[in-house]
């Protein structure tokens, strides 16, 4: 349904017409209820006046007649009184609409009259025998509008009377003009009709105006946004316009822009790294082959050749399956793992590479392995071969690698530590800070030695598994081993004591 009334009213969409059209209408709806309020009061006020009137009317009469005054003397002090009573009860109120011309002042007239049912319909006519007191000529009263008490406002709506029996089959009728009132009840909806519709207005502009001031912080965000999406990334939120309600979003907005930044220039080091690696060996292939197909050379040279291009081959293949594998990896970050037992991932990852650790006589031992995580084993088993093989390739002969897993604690959240530890010449200090990137290549001399950690293959295998981690909201971390060599330490989420099933 919104979707809808936003189709036919497209400026609803907007959060600035929202909230002013909010107030506008909640303004106007408290309005209108003062308004009614007031012209029900100040109708009721004026109305009680002239009842009163009327009841001092009857009242009078019937002190008069008890006192035995001749006819034609209540005659003139009835008209008297009448005549007293004339006038406007809300002459104040009606200068100031008048000054407003909206309203025009009329005196209120009063009269009284005897009067009894007339034959047939039962409509009250005047007692023909007493002479009426200012009554108007054409008054109509029915037996409805007649009846004793409360006093009644004819259909017409320009008298009020009010009727009292006096015994002999005859109602005194006393009565009042209100045109006056009802010219007074007309001004006061035509003031309210344009005062609601001024200071709402008013208030309509004001609140416009006021939310361009309150929303000029996602204004700009929008037009850093929109910046951002024309290449300037480098752009930020400032602190200063950070207000309390979106300095939450702000700091997510940089936050994200500070990932996206590093992402990009990540992805541009990445396709960079990736021509690199793929020229030399493509390379060296085209130059194998042109020499080949265009010197006369042997069958045994030109086996050497083959062999040389199958070699070349195999290690760009191998660079293949390592970029799928940290797509994979990639793909995996923020998904739900399910509980797996870690014994039997150590145990395939420990089995895939031995007979690399029997070629080289390096003894593989696993301590405490049996213990149960969220995890996806795929992922798991190809972040241990990686650091197993790593492991081998730069340990000693005759040497032992070891895998320890215990529990550990990380900003007081409970971890499992998943230990890889060789025996090898460890990392050199200047190559720990990118020793997780990919195609990372140490500059230093000790990489080409024996039992060092270095690039010489595709530089891809530790940035698989910072990615295997980040893909199971932990960390890997390389610290120097207790004793000498290598130790890589993966820390994985685990559920706490609440957590586990009861």
Same mark, same amino acid.
């Not at 502009?205 to 037009?223: F, K």
């Given at each position: 349904?919104?979707?809808?009334?936003?189709?036919?009213?497209?400026?609803?969409?907007?959060?600035?017409?929202?909230?002013?059209?909010?107030?506008?209408?909640?303004?106007?709806?408290?309005?209108?209820?003062?308004?009614?309020?007031?012209?029900?009061?100040?109708?009721?006020?004026?109305?009680? $006046?002239?009842?009163?009137?009327?009841?001092?009317?009857?009242?009078?009469?019937?002190?008069?007649?008890?006192?035995?005054?001749?006819?034609?003397?209540?005659?003139?002090?009835?008209?008297?009184?009448?005549?007293?009573?004339?006038?406007?009860? +809300?002459?104040?109120?009606?200068?100031?609409?008048?000054?407003?011309?909206?309203? #025009?002042?009329?005196?209120?007239?009063?009269?009284?009259?005897?009067?009894?049912?007339?034959?047939?319909? $039962?409509?009250?006519?005047?007692?023909?025998?007493?002479?009426?007191?200012?009554?108007?000529?054409?008054? %109509?009263?029915?037996?409805?509008?007649? #009846?004793?008490?409360?006093?009644?406002?004819?259909?017409?709506?320009?008298?009020?009377?009010?009727?009292?029996?006096?015994?002999?089959?005859?109602?005194?009728? %006393?009565? &009042?003009?209100?045109?006056?009132?009802?010219?007074? @009840?007309?001004?006061?909806?035509?003031?309210?009709?344009?005062?609601?519709?001024?200071?709402?207005?008013?208030? &309509?502009?004001?609140?416009?105006?006021?939310?361009?001031?309150?929303?000029?912080? +996602?204004?700009?965000?929008? #037009?850093?946004?929109?910046?951002?999406?024309?290449?300037?990334?480098?752009?930020?939120?400032? /602190?200063?316009?950070?207000?309390?309600?979106?300095?939450?979003?702000?700091?997510?907005?940089?936050?994200?822009?500070?990932?996206?930044?590093?992402?990009?220039?990540?992805?541009?080091?990445?396709?960079?790294?990736?021509?690199?690696? *793929?020229?030399?060996?493509?390379?060296?292939?085209?130059?194998?082959? @042109?020499?080949?197909?265009?010197?006369?050379?042997?069958?045994?040279?030109?086996?050497?050749?083959?062999?040389?291009?199958?070699?070349?081959?195999?290690?760009? !293949?191998?660079?293949?399956?390592?970029?799928?594998?940290?797509?994979? %990896?990639?793909?995996? @970050?923020?998904?739900?793992?399910?509980?797996?037992?870690?014994?039997?991932?150590?145990?395939?990852?420990?089995?895939?590479?031995?007979?690399?650790?029997?070629?080289?006589?390096?003894?593989?031992?696993?301590?405490?392995? %049996?213990?149960?995580?969220?995890? !996806?084993?795929? +992922?798991?088993?190809? *972040?241990?071969?990686?650091?197993?093989?790593?492991?081998?390739?730069?340990?000693?002969?005759?040497?032992?690698?070891?895998?320890?897993?215990?529990?550990?604690?990380?900003?007081?959240?409970?971890?499992?530590?998943?230990?890889?530890?060789? #025996?090898?010449?460890?990392? /050199?200090?200047?190559?720990?800070?990118?020793?997780?990137?990919?195609?990372?290549?140490?500059?230093?001399?000790?990489?080409?030695?024996?039992?060092?950690?270095?690039?010489?293959?595709?530089?891809?295998?530790?940035?698989?598994?910072?990615?295997?981690?980040?893909?199971?909201?932990?960390?890997?971390?390389?610290?120097?081993?207790?004793?000498?060599?290598?130790?890589?330490?993966?820390?994985?989420?685990?559920?706490?004591?609440?957590?586990? /099933?009861?």
């Amino acid at each position: 349904m919104a979707r809808g009334i936003q189709r036919y009213l497209p400026g609803l969409a907007s959060i600035r017409v929202r909230i002013v059209l909010f107030f506008w209408v909640f303004a106007l709806i408290a309005s209108l209820l003062v308004r009614i309020s007031n012209y029900n009061f100040i109708s009721a006020l004026a109305y009680s $006046g002239v009842d009163e009137d009327l009841r001092l009317i009857v009242d009078t009469h019937s002190r008069l007649a008890r006192e035995g005054f001749e006819p034609a003397r209540l005659s003139r002090l009835m008209d008297t009184l009448l005549q007293d009573l004339a006038g406007n009860k +809300l002459e104040p109120l009606q200068k100031f609409l008048g000054r407003l011309y909206l309203v #025009e002042e009329t005196p209120r007239q009063y009269f009284a009259g005897i009067v009894r049912a007339a034959p047939g319909d $039962g409509a009250l006519v005047l007692d023909n025998r007493v002479e009426p007191w200012r009554v108007p000529d054409g008054l %109509a009263i029915t037996p409805t509008e007649g #009846e004793p008490g409360a006093p009644w406002t004819l259909r017409n709506g320009q008298y009020r009377v009010t009727t009292r029996p006096l015994g002999d089959g005859t109602l005194l009728l %006393a009565g &009042a003009s209100i045109s006056d009132i009802k010219k007074t @009840q007309n001004g006061l909806i035509c003031f309210y009709a344009l005062n609601v519709v001024g200071w709402t207005s008013l208030l &309509a502009l004001l609140s416009l105006w006021l939310m361009s001031i309150a929303l000029r912080p +996602l204004q700009r965000v929008a #037009e850093l946004a929109g910046r951002i999406e024309a290449g300037e990334t480098h752009l930020r939120i400032r /602190p200063q316009e950070m207000v309390v309600e979106i300095g939450r979003l702000g700091e997510a907005l940089n936050a994200m822009l500070d990932r996206l930044e590093g992402q990009l220039q990540a992805h541009a080091r990445f396709t960079a790294d990736i021509s690199h690696e *793929l020229g030399n060996p493509l390379g060296s292939v085209m130059v194998q082959m @042109q020499v080949a197909s265009e010197e006369e050379t042997s069958p045994e040279e030109l086996r050497a050749t083959l062999r040389s291009c199958l070699e070349i081959t195999r290690r760009m !293949n191998h660079l293949r399956q390592s970029l799928l594998n940290l797509s994979l %990896a990639q793909a995996r @970050q923020g998904t739900h793992h399910p509980d797996i037992d870690l014994e039997p991932v150590v145990e395939e990852a420990v089995e895939a590479v031995e007979r690399a650790a029997e070629a080289k006589d390096v003894a593989i031992e696993t301590h405490d392995t %049996a213990i149960v995580l969220p995890g !996806n084993p795929e +992922l798991l088993h190809q *972040l241990l071969v990686n650091l197993l093989s790593n492991a081998i390739r730069h340990t000693p002969e005759g040497s032992v690698v070891r895998v320890r897993v215990r529990p550990a604690e990380v900003d007081g959240k409970p971890m499992v530590s998943i230990g890889v530890l060789d #025996e090898g010449r460890g990392v /050199p200090p200047e190559d720990v800070p990118g020793l997780f990137e990919r195609f990372f290549r140490s500059q230093s001399e000790r990489l080409v030695r024996p039992n060092g950690h270095g690039g010489t293959r595709t530089g891809l295998g530790l940035a698989i598994c910072k990615s295997i981690a980040k893909a199971h909201q932990g960390i890997i971390r390389y610290s120097p081993g207790p004793q000498g060599g290598a130790l890589f330490e993966l820390l994985l989420p685990v559920k706490s004591a609440q957590d586990q /099933p009861g």
